[in-house]
């Protein structure tokens, strides 16, 4: 495997026209599967929410939950970047405890780098933590976070703000900007108009790479996945077939079998 992926090899895939793969998370035996199948960036996501605790929405996530699940996937990985996702209210209340946070999830969770959602809005609070001496990939377009402000899960078609967005971003120093819910002809001009890299979600073919979430692609949740999202194999069917072939060996009294026992 090639030597460990960092930000600034992020933006010489960008510069060189190659697409950047990333994939989220949440625990060390998925995040070692993901790493060695290839994958340049893993994001621990604050999804992990919704994909293993079972809630409704991203809000009620911690910071020590947070540091809990980065902590496992940080020790699993050996190429690809890291980075840990800024829960709710963990970055909204101050510049100081913003950096504070990002720090944690570096010393603690040994992440090589943090993702926070917004724009402009969240500009020097960006500024502050890449000023700490930490990596910040921002978050544009639909945000999680916010969904009660925007009235929902709705695709986001502001092409001046989005632009704005970006351009802030990239100049408070964010290493990368991920695109979410985004009309595909507005994220190829966001892609072009700036110089960090593009990564998208629910934003069509035209950035510079792609994110989903882990346990969609694997067919491991039962719950509504959006439009953008694809099914690559069905892990959840094959699971269910296997405990079921338990259960009923076990009531039928064949197994443990003979090869099982110890003499």
């Not at 939950?65 to 909204?92: C, L, W």
């Not at 960006?126 to 000023?131: E, H, K, L, Q």
């Not at 978050?139 to 703000?161: A, C, N, T, Y």
């Amino acid at each position: 495997m090639n030597s460990p992926v960092t930000v600034t090899k992020l933006q010489k895939m960008k510069t060189n026209g190659e697409k950047i793969v990333a994939l989220t998370a949440y625990d060390h035996p998925f995040a070692k599967l993901v790493d060695e199948a290839g994958v340049h960036m893993i994001l621990v996501g604050d999804s992990v929410g919704m994909v293993v605790q079972g809630k409704s929405s991203t809000l009620p996530v911690t910071m020590d939950e947070m540091i809990y699940h980065t902590k496992m996937v940080s020790r699993a990985v050996n190429h690809a970047i890291v980075v840990g996702d800024m829960p709710f209210m963990s970055y909204q209340t101050g510049k100081s405890e913003a950096i504070t946070n990002a720090g944690r999830f570096i010393k603690e969770g040994d992440a090589a780098a943090i993702k926070l959602e917004g724009g402009a809005a969240v500009s020097e609070t960006i500024r502050a933590i890449t000023g700490a001496g930490i990596p910040v990939l921002a978050h544009i377009g639909l945000l999680p976070q916010s969904v009660h402000q925007m009235g929902g899960f709705k695709v986001q078609r502001d092409e001046e703000r989005l632009l704005a967005d970006a351009i802030e971003v990239e100049t408070a120093g964010a290493f990368a900007v991920i695109l979410e819910g985004i009309p595909d002809d507005i994220s190829k001009k966001v892609s072009e108009k700036i110089n960090i890299p593009t990564i998208g979600i629910g934003a069509g073919i035209n950035c510079d790479g792609q994110i989903l979430v882990l346990h969609d692609v694997l067919g491991l949740t039962d719950r509504h996945v959006p439009k953008f999202v694809k099914k690559y194999v069905d892990l959840g069917s094959a699971a269910k077939d296997g405990i079921r072939k338990y259960v009923e060996e076990v009531q039928e009294s064949k197994f443990p079998a003979k090869e099982h026992f110890y003499g």
